[in-house]
């Protein structure tokens, strides 16, 4: 079954770490890069990174910048986003997504996972 | 980086079409993707490309663009349609980003 499975999600103090995985099944996963994405309660969609399919690239959003790492291995066929220094604002859920890439003009996520919800707190 | 602009709301009688639009300048270097999100679910992709349907989403979604403008139509719109819709896109400006637009939420009458 091709899927995408989230964990490590839960409350946490400001200022802590917390590490987020997430565990792909079914595809060839060092085929595709990948993608954390998030959404506060109530709020929109927000991109938070990229990995390339190889590890040769990452990009992060602006907000996330220097406080989160996203990492994969290809051995256990698992997404990782390292989150430091976490804030009130870091407060959503988190999805796992694949990206498809069908020609340059034209990239999408066409599988996503169900999320884990991150939730900063004291 | 630039940004993908939504109307907040949209409502459809059962039944009837119902464009929802996204405009940002990366729409005119990259294809619009468009995700459907039901409450307390995760994103499913239903249109990418020039209207291309991934297995599963009924042929009553259907994509279009132009310039920097990307459409996303619901011909014969059901209840179960009812849903924030996102589209999102890779951005053309600079370092590799990626862009959401802050979602319309589509109410079926």
């Known amino acids: 079954q091709v899927q995408l499975v989230e964990s490590g999600g839960g409350v946490v103090q400001p200022g802590r770490s917390l590490r987020l995985s997430c565990a792909a099944s079914?595809?060839?996963?060092?085929?595709?890069?990948m993608h954390w994405v998030r959404q506060a309660p109530g709020k929109g969609l927000e991109w938070v990174a990229v990995i390339w399919y190889d590890r040769s690239n990452e990009y992060y959003a602006d907000s996330v910048k220097g406080r989160f790492t996203i990492s994969r291995d290809t051995s256990k066929n698992t997404l990782y986003l390292q989150m430091n220094s976490l804030r009130a604002e870091d407060t959503a859920f988190y999805y796992c997504?694949?990206?498809?890439?069908?020609?340059?003009?034209?990239?999408?996520?066409?599988?996503w996972g169900r999320g884990t919800l991150v939730t900063v707190s004291s | 980086s630039s940004e993908l602009t939504q109307d907040p709301a949209v409502s459809v009688a059962l039944g009837q079409t119902v464009r929802i639009t996204c405009q940002g300048d990366?729409?005119?270097?990259?294809?619009a993707s468009w995700y459907q999100q039901k409450p307390g679910q995760a994103p499913v992709l239903v249109i990418y490309g020039k209207s291309n349907r991934p297995s599963g989403i009924p042929d009553r979604f259907s994509g279009s663009s132009s310039g920097n403008t990307a459409s996303l139509t619901i011909t014969g719109a059901q209840a179960e349609d009812e849903a924030d819709y996102y589209c999102?896109?890779?951005?053309?400006?600079?370092?590799?980003?990626?862009?959401f637009g802050g979602g319309t939420k589509l109410t079926v009458l």
């Open positions: 997504a694949r990206v498809n890439v069908h020609t340059a003009m034209v990239w999408y996520l066409d599988l």
């Open positions: 999102s896109s890779r951005d053309s400006s600079g370092n590799f980003v990626w862009v």
């Open positions: 079914g595809f060839t996963f060092s085929r595709y890069a």
């Open positions: 990366s729409l005119r270097s990259y294809f």
